[in-house]
Nanobody
Framework: QVQLVESGGGLVQAGGSLRLSCAAS????????VGWFRQAPGKERVFLAR????????RYADSVKGRFTISRDNAKNSVYLQMNSLKPEDTAVYYC??????????????????WGQGTQVTVSA
């Protein structure tokens, strides 16, 4: 069992940056891929990015390529999402999730086995 805790959300002005963190407890991320999703009120949960723990292979949604960067720190057993040039439409609850199929490359939220509680990101105009 993996417990995930997100942090780093908050209120930021449009054009600003935030870095979200996802820390694991209970076990390491070894053998997993970790993804970031977001969900705005009344909307579906949307895939943003994922990274494999081995080799750090990344995948991004087209909507965030060039603005968001996913990374990992093996020593801290953590995954990060650096978000730049934020827009009001980026406002949502952001979740990290772990997928036991490390190289499956899935962007479907149903493929992920463990989820954090979410962290709110609000971007003001």
């Amino acid at each position: 069992q993996v417990q995930l805790v997100e942090s780093g959300g908050g209120l930021v002005q449009a054009g600003g940056s935030l870095r979200l963190s996802c820390a694991a407890s209970g076990r390491t991320f070894s053998g997993y891929a970790v993804g970031w999703f977001r969900q705005a009120p009344g909307k579906e949960r949307v895939f943003l990015a994922r990274i494999t723990w081995s080799f750090g292979i990344t995948r991004y949604a087209d909507s965030v390529k060039g603005r968001f960067t996913i990374s990992r720190d093996n020593a801290k057993n953590s995954v990060y999402l650096q978000m730049n040039s934020l827009k009001p439409e980026d406002t949502a609850v952001y979740y990290c999730a772990a997928d036991r199929r490390e190289f499956g490359g899935s962007s479907w939220y149903g493929a992920y086995d463990y989820w954090g509680q979410g962290t709110q990101v609000t971007v003001s105009a």
